[in-house]
């Protein structure tokens, strides 16, 4: 899954998620119509929390 960042001024919004980074780029014209032309975006691939957990846990040890 992949979140869709947009920093606008000092706003940030998240919006997803999305199956694939094409359908968050896909949605990114329908989003930024509402942001000013100073907008900035990324896309994020979002992490499975277990994974999240196991790298953090074998980092401690």
């Given at each position: 899954?992949?979140?869709?960042?947009?920093?606008?001024?000092?706003?940030?919004?998240?919006?997803?998620?999305?199956?694939?980074?094409?359908?968050?780029s896909?949605?990114l014209?329908r989003?930024?119509?509402?942001?000013?032309?100073?907008?900035?975006?990324q896309?994020?691939?979002?992490?499975?929390?277990e994974?999240?957990?196991?790298g953090?846990?074998a980092?401690?040890?």
């Amino acid at each position: 899954m992949y979140l869709l960042t947009v920093k606008d001024g000092l706003g940030t919004r998240h919006i997803g998620p999305y199956p694939s980074p094409k359908h968050a780029s896909d949605d990114l014209d329908r989003i930024l119509e509402s942001c000013s032309d100073r907008a900035r975006w990324q896309i994020h691939a979002l992490e499975v929390p277990e994974r999240v957990g196991r790298g953090l846990h074998a980092m401690a040890s």
